[in-house]
């Protein structure tokens, strides 16, 4: 098995979400980017959200949104994004991830440095936990979650809940 290519992740300015929108239309699917705004496939409101959402997100884990998004860049080439959204908790600095990545760029390693890399950001905000959800026949997500050193606990609603404390 070959080592996957350098994996880094960079903030998401104009240019890069316009990088992030055209692998989006190219290599996954709008349900997996976007929420279903506007009927099927990328339609203006999807795009209209994609890139509110990115500018909302640059101000950061502090800003308004209350979160963080970065382009995850593998070998040079956009490959995704992760993101972490602040929770809001009484009792512990926790924050929520989520990623996505083109087809052409799944089971290649790039997920789980990504993961690495994100959660090397929150620990330098200050998080303590990192949650994430995931439905429960995603077992790539579950086995990616658990090797970041998840405890995955099944919901009644056919999804998945992890906890990383860090």
């Known amino acids: 098995m070959n080592a996957p290519p350098e994996v880094t992740i960079v903030d998401v300015d104009a240019a890069v979400a316009e990088q992030l929108l055209e692998l989006a239309k190219r290599d996954a699917s709008p349900d997996e980017v976007a929420p279903p705004l506007g009927g099927p496939g990328w339609n203006l409101e999807r795009t209209a959200w994609f ?85 429960a026949g995603n077992l790539s997500a579950q086995r990616l979650l658990e090797a970041a050193g998840a405890v995955l606990t099944p919901d009644d609603d056919g999804t998945v809940h992890a906890v990383v404390d860090l």
């Open 51 to 135: 890139f509110s959402y990115h500018h909302a997100a640059a101000t950061g884990l502090d800003g308004p949104a209350a979160e963080k998004s970065w382009a995850v860049f593998s070998g040079g080439d956009v490959a995704g994004s992760v993101r972490l959204k602040r929770e809001p908790r009484p009792d512990t600095l926790s924050a929520e991830t989520g990623i996505w990545l083109g087809r052409s760029f799944r089971s290649r390693g790039i997920a789980r440095a990504a993961l690495a890399l994100v959660l090397a950001e929150a620990r330098l905000a200050g998080v303590q936990r990192v949650t994430a959800r995931t439905l």
